[in-house]
């Protein structure tokens, strides 16, 4: 009799084991499965705000560049100019004023783009200046693509040619590959600038 209730005991405990060791099992799983999931969604998350600043790198760069180089007194007809031309909500602001955090302005320091979603809203210092600039919109579109080349042929096109491809190493060009093309059948004043539109075209059109 005692024999038997020592086998039922060691049966029961043997089970227990068996069970405990199945549910850390199952335990450790999920926690991996958890932990691969956050760290999926996290790498997803980078990619959409390095695309995001990717797309946005060219249009910034060039306003920002063109605003710096601009006196401060006529900068609010150059922001308008920029405003219809390519559809955003444009301000200009001291950047000690903008409601920003410690990395975010560590990122504006370095010269790089912040880039919210839902409504969009792009931000980016100007070069050697302590003026943010504040780009609103409601979605990336087809406007913004054909605006951008076309501020940046109008700023190419009013240099010589011998001065465009510097003002291009100026630029930030991002998902926008550059490349200044020289075409016979271009006018002499502004067939650079043509030709580089043209060719911007192209990878835009590729990279939709």
Same mark, same amino acid.
């Given at each position: 009799?005692?024999?038997?209730?020592?086998?039922?005991?060691?049966?029961?405990?043997?089970?227990?084991?068996?069970?405990?060791?199945?549910?850390?099992?199952?335990?450790?799983?999920?926690?991996?499965?958890?932990?691969?999931?956050?760290?999926?969604?996290?790498?997803?998350?980078?990619?959409?705000?390095?695309?995001?600043?990717?797309?946005?790198?060219?249009?910034?760069? @060039?306003?920002?560049? &063109? #605003?710096? %180089?601009?006196?401060?007194? *006529?900068?609010?007809?150059? !922001? +308008?100019?920029?405003? /219809?031309?390519?559809?955003?909500?444009?301000?200009?602001?001291?950047?000690?004023?903008?409601?920003?955090?410690?990395?975010?302005?560590?990122?504006?320091?370095?010269?790089?783009?912040?880039?919210?979603?839902?409504?969009?809203?792009?931000?980016?210092?100007?070069?050697?200046?302590?003026? @943010?600039?504040?780009? &609103? #919109?409601? %979605?990336?579109?087809?406007? *913004?693509?054909?605006?951008? !080349? +076309?501020?940046?042929? /109008?700023?190419?096109?009013?240099?010589?040619?011998?001065?465009?491809?510097?003002?291009?190493?100026?630029?930030?060009?991002?998902?926008?590959?550059?490349?200044?093309?020289?075409?016979?059948?271009?006018?002499?004043?502004?067939?650079?600038?043509?030709?580089?539109?043209?060719?911007?075209?192209?990878?835009?059109? &590729? #990279?939709?």
């Amino acid at each position: 009799m005692i024999i038997q209730r020592d086998s039922i005991m060691r049966r029961v405990l043997s089970n227990g084991s068996f069970l405990r060791f199945y549910l850390l099992l199952g335990i450790a799983l999920l926690v991996v499965f958890v932990i691969a999931l956050v760290g999926r969604s996290f790498i997803e998350q980078v990619r959409r705000e390095d695309y995001r600043e990717q797309l946005a790198a060219l249009p910034m760069s @060039l306003m920002t560049q &063109r #605003l710096a %180089d601009t006196p401060v007194e *006529q900068r609010s007809a150059l !922001l +308008e100019h920029f405003s /219809e031309q390519l559809d955003l909500q444009l301000t200009l602001q001291p950047i000690t004023e903008a409601d920003l955090g410690y990395f975010e302005r560590s990122r504006l320091e370095q010269g790089r783009i912040l880039v919210a979603e839902k409504p969009w809203l792009l931000q980016q210092r100007l070069p050697g200046d302590t003026w @943010l600039l504040q780009a &609103r #919109l409601d %979605d990336w579109s087809e406007h *913004q693509w054909h605006g951008s !080349l +076309e501020l940046l042929g /109008e700023w190419l096109a009013a240099v010589p040619a011998e001065e465009r491809d510097g003002r291009i190493a100026q630029l930030r060009s991002g998902s926008w590959p550059l490349q200044r093309l020289s075409s016979p059948t271009c006018r002499a004043n502004d067939g650079a600038a043509d030709s580089t539109g043209q060719r911007q075209r192209y990878h835009a059109a &590729r #990279l939709r």
